[in-house]
């Protein structure tokens, strides 16, 4: 007796599996376009979110039918900082890395996660488009094999506390249980900052400060917009404590499997993306502090002597410091 498995297959069956192949020779098709995966814990509102859009469309301008663009925000796809490790398997094409995630695996990096090194947006585009900015960008190609193609400006920090503070110094957020991102060198920022730093995922620090389970969080203004902090928090601390850089990057992999022309392309896409994502945080960022204050939230200036004194110290005697070739810093000073 034949098994099961092993009969002869029905003319039904094999009808069925022949319509199979069929429907298998569209997504076959769709194949020969080259898949651009995307993740990214940005909520869909948030400028960094909506580039993406932009990138997409950009490309699908420049080289039609060549790509498949595929975007996966909130984390969906890859949880907050789990980014890199999914595009050196192989399973990520694209995403934003922070300095902080670069750092990990280059160390020069820490010197941009560093509070109060990066003055504001305009420098910072001439630093990662300048010359430093390209020996940077080959150490990281190097080491992570990932191109940066373009830096996207996540916004200038602040603080975001649930409950009204007097905070002047570092000295008043003693205690201040303070959510960073989950990393030793976000949570060295927080500590730097005076604060108890607490590690949680971005997606869920609202509850976190609905509930209480922490005082306060730490983003750029339109971030607090875009993932509505403000309505679970009461003051907004201006101290503009590090000028934040997101670097919209590429597996190596995924570049090689490219043609020059195509190459060049998604280059200028990545561009165009980053651009539109800074032109519309600067303008926000600047209208944001009245939009707070309509919603009730205080916002206060602390003394931002006291913060910069405080927070260049903390760094400037840390191992993070130790790692910065000699004369980096002056390098990033003479940048204007
Ligand atoms: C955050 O978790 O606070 C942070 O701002 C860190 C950034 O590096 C980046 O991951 C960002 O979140 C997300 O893109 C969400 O805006």
Known sequence: M??????????????????ALGACSFPALAQSKIVLRISSPAVPDDWHAKMWTVFKDTLEKSAPGEFDVQINLNASLFKQGA????????????????????????PAFSVFTAGYMVRDPAQQQKIFQGPLGAELFKMVSDTMDVTPLA???LGTRQLNLREVRNVKTPADLKGVKLRMPGSKEWLFLGEALGATATPLAFG???????????????????????????????????????VDSLFISISNKSLAAMTPAQRQKVT?????????????RIKEEAQLVEFFRKEGLQITTP?????HKSVQQSYQRSDYAKAWPAGLVDRINAVR
């Open 2 to 19: 034949q098994h099961p498995r092993y009969s002869t297959p029905s003319r039904r069956q094999l009808l069925t599996g022949a319509a």
């Open 83 to 106: 980014e890199s490790a999914a595009m050196a398997r192989g399973n990520l094409e694209l995403t934003t890395l922070s300095s902080f995630d670069i750092a990990k695996f280059v």
């Open 151 to 153: 830096t996207a400006y």
């Open 204 to 242: 869920e620090v609202y509850l976190g400060l609905k509930t209480g389970t922490i005082d306060g969080q730490d983003n750029p203004l339109p971030s607090v917009r875009a993932a509505k902090f403000y309505e679970v928090t009461k003051q907004i601390v201006l101290t503009s404590h590090l």
């Open 268 to 280: 200028a896409a990545a561009q165009a993306a980053a651009v539109y994502n800074n032109d519309n």
């Open 303 to 307: 003394d931002l002597d006291a913060f």
